[in-house]
């Protein structure tokens, strides 16, 4: 079973593997360790990772990236607006409100989903790592940003599954950072904690994440973010400011030109970097736009205060997650900064300044998530030994349910109002389970959605569950609900079961110490509440009865046991249990058969590229065997042939040379085949009887070497 990480960024991904001497980076078809997270669409075939950045200059228009941060949002959010703009790709609103891609492929205008995208990316990944095991990758990590929604928790395993992955845990990056940073220390305190801040400022934005660190233990105090504040908005500033002087001093607007401001963008990322480490730094840019060459500079004193606003926002999520774990400064013992956006000093600065330390890079900032994700992969998987290590994970949400409830008194009953309750409160433990307790005489809906929506980017709604139907022997019966928050921090109702009581007089044992009134038939065994509780032993749901219309105490499902040794004569209470059918129905994603459809499209297109790359190959064989025989001829097969033959097959050769780059220039892989086949009949008598004279000679080599 395989044991890998990946860490799916939006500009690049890497991916980790677990071997029996620990965790290794592995390299990609051009032997580097980052893969470009591009999917370039052609007109024979797809280009991935790698293949696809090279592409991108040829056909940006065909060539998505970015599709981390298109997953699971609505067209109309305005992050995604916001987003799309900077992206050469045509993004359209589905008929479901969420964004697909265009693109042109195989001679064709598609659209695609951002999940399929992001499944092709994975799908490049999972190739890289069974290339580099030798062996097939299905379990796996993934790194997720912690801000991510239920939706885009969803959307990254539907992709997943379109990859033909199954990932053991979607892992929050920071988490997987705060692993690999503590798995390896062999000095951490027994009973004291030792606090970290780990902080990653990368290009679109920044997440923090407070954890606490014990001997063979660690666990998240808080995680904040901000979604979109990273490198990119420095260089906005910057390049509002040149554009802004150029407009003045070359009467040229940039805004107007899609050409001229990519080439300026991309100078203020340059020029942003120079400023990291100097005080003053320099902007030419020949042939901006109407022929004209532009000059001009800036002091780093000058940057730090048109960034003011953005510094400012930065220090938001540091104050956040101190707050919310309560620490003071003083206890905070390190900082860690990953993210090559918190290279600008004033960041550097900022994070000084809240945290009264200055911030250290002790870790291999590209590639701590990966390594991470393979390591918790290494825990989860029962085939790995690794040095025992728990990791807390803590809930970045707070996750309500809310229902229709019948107000008390009302006249008939029937007045209804909308009551919730708080399920997984931010800060819950990953995985958990819960209890709801319901009395109802029909089916009934219950809505999941967040709690506080001040900082998501959609409403708050996730998803409801319908539950029943089901019928009941009183006017009203029990419904015990169980809510799970599972190890990728998805909320689902996982079941529903009826609970009903019913009077029994029990059959009486003369001669036995002890009866159980509770039957076998019940489905859980023992006590079933202690079952829903979660691992990590967080008490039942609140909910449980205190929404519940008609007050009645949830208290007679415990099974009951009785001393006989007098006679019992009292009615008990015997309990019945039935499963009840939920039904989910989640606001946005890919249905069951459009997710299936998805992945046999998947499969299609990758066969379809597989074709493609074997008819380079076959390609590439003709030209090689021409260019060797060639040489050849003129060279050790010289006196093999006579001259005649010679010429009349050097002629040929070069008759299927210009062929491959005329007529046969894009030609199927069974005609290369053909055409190599067909050379070979003439070439593989001549190198027959070089081979034969070769051995002969060799024989007589060893005869005389025995002599
Ligand atoms: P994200 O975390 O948002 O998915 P990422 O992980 O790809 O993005 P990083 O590689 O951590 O991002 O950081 C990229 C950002 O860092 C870019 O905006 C880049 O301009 C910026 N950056 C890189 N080097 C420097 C530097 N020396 N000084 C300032 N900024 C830099
Ligand atoms: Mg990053």
Not at 95 to 117: A, N, S
Not at 204 to 221: E, R
Request: net charge negative; glycine share 6%.
């Amino acid at each position: 079973m395989s044991v890998v990480g990946f860490d799916l960024g939006n500009e690049s991904c890497i991916v980790a593997v677990a071997r029996q001497r620990g965790i290794d980076v592995v390299l990609n078809d051009e032997s580097k360790r980052e893969t470009p997270a591009i999917v370039c669409f052609g007109e024979k075939q797809r280009f991935i990772g790698a293949a696809g950045a090279a592409s991108t200059m040829m056909n940006p228009k065909n060539s998505i990236s970015q599709m981390k941060r298109l997953i699971g949002r609505k067209f109309s959010d305005p992050e995604l607006q916001r987003d799309l703009k900077s992206l050469p790709f045509q993004v359209t609103e589905g008929p479901d409100g969420f964004p697909l891609i265009h693109v042109r492929y195989l001679g064709e205008p598609k659209v695609f989903t951002p999940t399929q995208v992001l499944g092709m990316m994975l799908s490049n990944l999972k190739e890289i790592a069974e290339k580099n095991l030798n062996a097939a990758v299905v379990d796996c990590c993934i790194g997720i940003p912690a801000y991510f929604t239920d939706l885009q928790r969803r959307a990254v395993l539907d992709a997943a599954t379109i990859a033909g992955l199954h990932p053991l845990q979607l892992i929050h990056e920071m988490t997987a950072t705060a692993l690999a940073y503590g798995i390896y220390k062999t000095d951490l305190p027994e009973n004291d904690q030792l606090n970290v801040a780990f902080v990653d400022i990368g290009h679109s934005s920044m997440q923090v994440c407070i954890a606490g660190f014990k001997k063979g233990q660690l666990k998240v105090l808080a995680h904040t973010y901000d979604r979109n504040l990273g490198g990119r908005d420095f260089d906005e500033v910057l390049f509002q400011r040149f554009a802004a002087k150029f407009k003045e001093q070359y009467k040229i607007d940039v805004y107007e030109n899609a050409r001229a401001s990519l080439r300026l963008r991309a100078a203020c990322e340059k020029l942003k970097k120079v400023l990291s480490a100097n005080p003053e730094a320099p902007l030419n840019i020949e042939c901006l736009m109407d022929d004209k060459d532009v000059k001009g500079s800036i002091k780093r004193d000058e940057f730090e205060q048109i960034s003011a606003s953005i510094l400012e926002r930065v220090k938001k999520p540091l104050e956040k997650a101190l707050a919310e774990t309560g620490l003071a400064v003083e206890n905070i013992h390190t900082v860690e900064v990953v993210g090559s956006g918190s290279r600008v000093p004033a960041v550097v600065k900022i994070l000084s300044e809240v945290f009264g330390k200055e911030p250290r890079r002790t870790l291999n900032a590209s590639e701590c998530v990966a390594r991470g994700c393979a390591l918790e992969c290494a825990i989860l998987s029962p085939n790995f030994k690794v040095r025992e290590f728990q990791v807390n994970e803590s809930f970045p949400f707070s996750v309500s349910m809310s229902w229709k409830g019948t107000v008390p008194g009302a006249e008939n009953g029937v007045e209804e109002n909308q009551q919730s309750t708080l399920v997984f409160s931010k800060g819950n433990p990953i995985p958990s389970v819960k209890a709801l307790t319901f009395y109802r005489s029909g089916t009934f809906h219950v809505d999941v959605q967040y709690a506080d929506s001040t900082d998501l980017p959609e409403s708050a709604k996730i998803s409801t569950y319908t539950i029943g139907p089901f019928q009941c022997k009183a006017e009203r019966a029990k419904v015990k609900v169980k809510a799970r928050l599972n190890l990728h921090g998805i909320v689902s109702v996982e079941s529903a079961i009826l609970e009903e009581e019913e009077l029994e007089v029990p059959v009486i044992k003369e001669n036995t110490s002890k009866m159980e009134t509770d039957s076998g038939a019940v489905p859980f065994s023992g006590d079933d509440d202690a079952s829903m509780q979660d691992a990590k032993g967080t008490a039942n749901a609140g909910a449980d009865t205190s929404n519940d219309e008609n007050g009645v105490p949830d208290s007679v499902d415990k099974p009951v046991q009785v001393e006989t040794k007098t006679k019992a004569v009292a009615p008990k209470k015997k309990v019945t249990k039935t499963n009840v059918p939920v039904a989910e129905l989640i606001y946005g994603g890919l249905s069951k058969g459009d997710l299936q459809a998805a992945v046999e499209k998947e499969f299609e297109m990758a066969l379809q590229d597989r074709v493609m790359e074997e008819t380079k190959d076959k390609k590439n064989a003709v030209e090689a065997y021409v260019y060797e025989m060639r040489n050849k001829l003129n060279d050790k097969y010289q006196e093999f042939v006579t001259d005649s033959e010679r010429e009349q097959y050097t002629a040929r050769l070069q008759e299927v040379e210009d062929w491959l780059y005329e007529d046969g220039e894009d030609e199927t892989k069974g005609a290369y085949v053909a055409k190599l086949e067909d050379l070979k009949k003439q070439g593989d008598p001549i190198e027959e009887r070089y081979k034969e004279y070769t051995d002969r000679g060799a024989v007589t080599d060893q005869l005389m070497y025995c002599i």
